[in-house]
């Protein structure tokens, strides 16, 4: 089965108020983890990436501690899954922020909703890597970790 596939049957669209439960457990992880106060739809590129730009391991951890905190259910060893699980809750977060929007999205057909996360998860996506990318062109000094 494949990734979206996967991310589609997890309780995040069976009960629609569980992406605010997990999103609310995530942003409290990552703010104790980086001692500031995080915000997913609002998160610093220094939050996200490592120095390598890779997806930090904190977050696929924290994904992965949903299990047993908050019944998040997932393979909890398929890493790539838990960071696109977050990279489309970053997304959901931003194009339906409010519970009535994630309801209406949840109403979808399952093919609307398999274009919309895979879409979502390109888009937040590329977002990140430009922002890396006009970082790093904005920047007086050598740099050579760019993601390409």
């Known amino acids: 089965m494949n ?3 996967l991310i589609l049957e997890t309780i995040l ?9 997990l999103a609310a457990f995530l942003q409290d992880c990552l703010s ?7 915000e997913l739809n609002n998160l610093p590129c220094a939050v996200i990436f490592n120095d390598n730009n890779v997806l930090r391991e904190e977050i696929s951890l924290r994904i992965r501690e949903a299990k047993p905190n908050i019944g998040f259910e997932h393979d909890t060893n398929d890493k790539l899954l838990q960071n696109l699980i977050f990279l489309f809750l970053v997304f959901s ?5 409010s519970n009535d929007e994630w ?8 093919d609307v909703k398999r274009n919309i996360i895979m879409t979502g998860i ?13 970082n790093n062109l904005n920047n007086d000094t050598i740099v050579d970790n760019l993601p390409f």
């Open 32 to 38: 104790r983890d980086f001692h500031i106060q995080v």
């Open 103 to 110: 309801e209406s999205f949840l109403n979808q057909t399952h």
């Open 3 to 5: 990734k979206v596939d």
């Open 13 to 21: 669209f069976t009960k629609n108020k569980f992406r605010g439960l």
């Open 93 to 97: 977060i931003n194009d339906y922020p």
């Open 122 to 134: 390109k888009k937040i996506w590329m977002s990140y890597q430009e922002e890396i990318i006009e």
